[in-house]
């Protein structure tokens, strides 16, 4: 157990549609990434927010879009999906920001189908 | 961009022996790589963490170098068990958040 729970597991959604994914951080830590994993392929990285602000963003369009909240935990925002949107998303959180050489403990992950 | 390549084809490996795992990089050295073991349908788990000024880390049975002048790490899984099954991910941490390699699946037979 890493301390860190997505929801929902799984879900499936309507090309055109709008999903939000929800990640609770272990206890104390302050910063949160989430990532893309595709079948098959290693996680790519969306973006990471470190104290409620964005601090990092991978190269995802403008249609993924983040919040982190005073309490740390955090939602994926993505807006008019598409058919190749479908992946495990994955959410992480770690103690302090980019390349700090901590642990990083990840989520389950939510299962996002496209249909 | 920095590229972390994995060789992706499974792997097999009798039980009880060494797995070695190799993780490539392009470009300049990453101040951080790390090891994670992902289980189907499951996130990533870390392993361990090895520094650009370490050349070995060792943990329990894992053991992972780095070697800046060929640009690569390896990973050990020694006394292997069918237990240690999984896909092994590479990722190197920066200003972009870490960069995966897209991992080996590592089939320990009995």
């Known amino acids: 157990e890493t301390g860190v729970t997505q929801s929902p597991t799984h879900l499936i959604k309507t090309r055109g549609q709008q999903v939000t994914l929800r990640c609770s951080s272990q206890s104390g830590h302050n910063t949160v990434s989430w990532y893309q994993q595709a079948l098959g392929q290693g996680p790519q990285f969306i973006f990471q927010y470190y104290r409620e602000e964005e601090n990092g963003r991978g190269n995802f369009p403008p249609r993924f879009s983040g919040l982190q909240f005073p309490n740390y935990s955090s939602e994926l925002n993505v807006n008019a999906l598409e058919l190749d949107d479908s992946a495990l998303y994955l959410c992480?959180?770690?103690?302090?920001?980019?390349?700090?050489?901590?642990?990083?403990?990840f989520g389950e992950g939510s299962w996002l189908t496209v249909v | 961009s920095q590229k972390i390549e994995q060789n992706s084809e499974a792997l097999n490996i009798q039980e009880g022996k060494t797995a070695t795992l190799t993780c490539n990089y392009t470009n300049y050295s990453p101040a951080y790589l790390q090891w994670y073991r992902q289980d189907p349908g499951r996130g990533p788990v870390f392993l361990l963490l090895?520094?650009?000024?370490?050349k070995e880390k060792r943990k329990e049975r894992l053991k992972v170098t780095f070697d800046t002048t060929l640009k690569q790490s390896l990973f050990h899984i020694t006394a292997s068990q069918p237990a240690d099954s999984a896909t092994y991910l590479c990722a190197r941490e920066g200003a972009d958040g870490l960069t995966f390699g897209k991992g080996t699946h590592l089939i320990i037979q009995p």
């Open positions: 992480a959180s770690s103690l302090a920001g980019i390349v700090s050489g901590n642990t990083i403990y």
């Open positions: 090895i520094r650009e000024n370490e």
